[in-house]
């Protein structure tokens, strides 16, 4: 059974940063692309960013370009997203994603609830 549990949200101030991670289990994380999406409140799915299986060619939204970085560790099968500079507008649930097949999501996790404020 795929699972995908995320971890590291939380309340930080504008400006702070927060790790997420991701565990997975069930699946041959190494042999799959991943990917975080956020959904804020009262708002839809946005794709924040995803990164191949090897580890190489991550992309971000523009939204958080230069302030995110996604990361994984296929020896712990751990996907990370590490946020800096976080604003107001980053509050949303974070969900990481396993691809299944063009970066097109076929599990989620539960989600981890990251609020920015002051």
């Known amino acids: 059974e795929v699972q995908l549990v995320e971890a590291g949200g939380g309340k930080v101030q504008p400006g702070g940063s927060l790790r997420l991670s991701c565990a997975a289990s069930?699946?041959?994380?190494?042999?799959?692309?991943m990917l975080w999406v956020r959904q804020a409140p009262g708002k839809g799915l946005e794709w924040v960013s995803q990164?191949?299986?090897?580890?190489?060619?991550?992309t971000y939204a523009d939204p958080v370009k230069g302030r995110f970085t996604i990361s994984r560790d296929n020896a712990k099968n751990t996907l990370y997203l590490q946020m800096d500079s976080l604003k107001p507008e980053d509050t949303a649930v974070y969900y990481c994603?396993?691809?299944?097949?063009?970066?097109?999501?076929?599990?989620w996790g539960q989600g981890t609830q990251v609020a920015v404020s002051s």
């Open positions: 990164i191949s299986n090897f580890g190489d060619s991550p």
């Open positions: 994603a396993k691809s299944g097949g063009w970066y097109i999501p076929d599990y």
């Open positions: 069930g699946f041959a994380f190494g042999l799959y692309d």
